[in-house]
């Protein structure tokens, strides 16, 4: 059974800061994905990789791919409010052909 | 373009009641999936289709709940007899398998937010 972790869980930080987020997952892959979730609303995408060594960034986040390690990292470069959200990790199997298995979600809020 | 469009947004029903959610996934997609969101257990998948095809429902929590799609612009998931335990957000995802594009993220649709007294 594949399974996701992220941490950490929850996380409060100041704005200007910099920091990641690790998602650990149990079966090799090389597609991850991540999302991000505002309260009550739906998961929007924000990145999609696909081989190892893989990093793309927008803006202040930035995401990494290590499939010998099964670790991805997001990282937050100078943190600011509108960034306060949930973020989740999701892996998938057979290359888009199965549905995807989620992490918990990272649950972040960034004070002014 | 139209992303994915759920409906309703919101149920609320007494338990015992059929609860039907209905998905339009984005035009020109081959791939559906619905999950479903709680706080105890996440995002989970409950079933997902290719070419409208079911191809894997192992996710579906109980013979309660049935998942359709009977062409390719529309899908429903089915909840008879409701419990108060199904009570979740439910999510339509839709996305584009194969002709060399390489792999797309799942697009997700707004939600059904489903509460079952």
């Known amino acids: 059974e594949l399974k996701v972790e992220q941490n950490p869980l929850f996380l409060s930080m100041q704005e200007g800061k910099n920091y990641t987020i690790y998602c650990n997952y149990s079966?090799?892959?090389?597609?991850l994905y991540w999302y991000r979730q505002d309260p009550g609303k739906s998961l929007e995408s924000l990145f999609v990789l696909l081989s190892n060594g893989a990093v793309k960034q927008e803006g202040r986040l930035m995401a990494s791919l290590d499939t010998k390690a099964r670790l991805s990292t997001l990282h937050i470069t100078a943190a600011v409010h509108d960034l306060s959200a949930t973020y989740f990790c999701a892996v998938d199997i057979r290359g888009g052909a199965d549905g995807l298995t989620f992490g918990k979600g990272t649950h972040l809020i960034i004070q002014p | 373009d139209a992303g994915v469009i759920q409906s309703p947004r919101h149920e609320v029903t007494e338990m015992g009641q059929e609860v039907t959610l209905r998905c339009k996934p984005i035009?020109?997609?081959?791939?559906l999936f619905w999950y479903r969101q709680t706080m105890m257990r996440g995002l989970e998948l409950l079933i997902y289709f290719n070419n409208n095809v079911p191809i894997d429902d192992s996710g579906m929590p109980e013979d309660r709940f049935s998942a359709k799609m009977p062409n390719a612009s529309f899908s429903t998931l089915k909840i008879q007899p409701s419990e108060p335990r199904d009570s979740a957000v439910y999510f339509c995802?839709?996305?584009?398998?194969?002709?060399?594009?390489?792999?797309?993220?799942?697009?997700f649709g707004d939600g059904t937010r489903l509460s079952i007294l």
């Open positions: 035009s020109g997609h081959n791939s």
């Open positions: 079966t090799t892959s090389d597609r």
């Open positions: 995802a839709s996305s584009f398998l194969g002709g060399g594009v390489g792999n797309q993220p799942q697009h």
